[in-house]
Structures are given as structure tokens and as C-alpha cells.
């Protein structure tokens, strides 16, 4: 399975810290995204990098890529009690039928 | 506004009923798909389209079952034969081809078997 793996499982911070997530994955990359989802609801698209790219950012979010380590993490700066959330990567495999596979996820809880 | 709709929001499953659950996309996205979420974990895939009149099986597809009449329309039925049913199902779809585009996901659709 291609599925990814988020680490940590569960992060705890005060708010206007940065949180840190980490992404592994398996096989070769087209490229990889970030989604948020909050409690109970959708996911919603925060970031794509590709296969190419090392960095990329989008306002308080950095997300970086390193296809030899199959890894990635995003960075939230200045973390504010609304980034409270579950965080997942999502890989769509270089030689694969273009599905789209979800890590296990990291719970994000921001402390005001 | 455009977007995905999932429906209902809550539904209930007596023991061997089948169900349906419904999605549709005013996207005009060419791919979508059905994703199982279950308490604490990741998206597992059930099924996704990527044309009318196709799909393919993800990585849990036993005991479901879907179809792709219109391009705006992907519902999911839950049979009998899925022993477990009880979890929280997200529809999404894409553009195109999945990894080079962002996914946009419906609200959810919670399932419980009583």
C-alpha cells in the first residue's frame, strides 16, 4: 500500500508556536499535498508540491519535499486556536492508476 | 456556488439492509471518489471513477458497491455484505487525474448500524 504516515499521531502547542507535521511514504511521487479537516467534516486542499519542487509556501504554511527520504513536513507558523484540526498528506503514485492515497493523519490541537 | 453535496448527513442501517449513500458535484470534475474514514484513522479508498460510465475498486471495495450514470452524480450503496458499515464516508472529486490537482470533498455522510 502507498498509503502514508503522519507523524507525530497527536500534537499539543500553545498558541502562536509553530507546529511541525511529517509525511513518509512508500513509493515513487507525482506529487504530494496537504489537507486539513476539522472535526467531523471535509477535507479541504491546503497545499500541492510536486516531484520536482523542494519547497513551497501559502501564507503561514511551509511545505517541504524530500523524494529521496519519501518524506515530506509542513510547518504552520504562528499557530492560532482556529489551526486546531486534523492534518493529512495524500500521494498519488508515479507508476500508479491515479488514485489518490491519504496518510493516517495528525491531530493538531492548538492551546489558547 | 459550486461544490459537492453528500446526503444525508446521518443515516442509520438496520443489520442487513442495503443503503445509498449520495454525492454530487457541480464541478464539473471528471473524477470522483468514495473514501471510508473510520474513528481516530486515515481516508481508505472504496471506489473511484475517473469517467461515466467507469470505476475501478480501491482498497476496501468488498461489500459496496457504485455507479457512474452522470458525470455530477457518484452513489455509493453499502450492502448487506459489508460486516462492519459503520464509519464516517467522504465523497470527493477531481478536475482530472487525481495527484495533479486538489481534491474537493463533500461534508461527510455518518453511517450506523443499530
Known amino acids: 500500500s502507498q498509503q502514508g504516515e503522519e507523524d507525530p499521531q497527536a500534537l499539543s502547542i500553545q498558541e502562536g508556536e509553530n507546529a511541525t507535521m511529517n509525511c513518509s511514504y512508500k513509493t515513487s511521487i507525482n506529487n504530494l499535498q496537504w489537507y486539513r479537516q476539522n472535526s467531523g467534516r471535509g477535507l479541504v486542499h491546503l497545499i500541492l508540491?510536486?516531484?520536482?519542487?523542494r519547497e513551497k509556501h501559502s501564507g503561514r504554511l511551509r511545505v517541504t519535499l524530500d523524494t529521496s527520504k519519501k518524506s515530506s513536513s509542513l510547518l504552520i507558523t504562528a499557530s492560532r486556536a482556529a489551526d486546531t484540526a486534523s492534518y493529512f498528506c495524500a500521494t498519488d503514485a508515479k507508476f500508479g492508476n491515479e488514485k489518490l492515497t491519504f496518510g493516517t493523519g495528525t491531530r493538531l490541537t492548538i492551546i489558547p | 456556488d459550486g461544490g459537492i453535496t453528500q446526503s444525508p448527513k446521518y443515516l442509520f442501517r438496520k443489520e442487513g439492509q442495503n443503503v445509498t449513500l449520495s454525492c454530487e458535484q457541480n464541478?464539473?470534475?471528471?473524477?470522483m471518489y468514495w473514501y471510508r474514514q473510520d474513528p481516530g484513522q486515515g481516508l481508505r479508498l472504496i471506489y473511484y471513477s475517473q469517467i461515466v460510465n467507469d470505476f475501478q475498486k480501491g482498497d476496501i471495495a468488498e461489500g459496496y458497491s457504485v455507479s457512474r450514470e452522470k458525470k455530477e452524480s457518484f452513489p455509493l450503496t453499502v450492502t448487506s455484505a459489508q460486516k462492519n458499515p459503520t464509519a464516517f464516508y467522504l465523497c470527493a472529486s477531481t478536475r482530472i487525474r487525481a495527484g495533479s490537482t486538489e481534491a474537493f470533498f463533500g461534508q461527510g455522510t455518518r453511517l450506523t448500524v443499530v
Open positions: 464541478l464539473n470534475h471528471d473524477a
Open positions: 508540491i510536486r516531484s520536482n519542487e
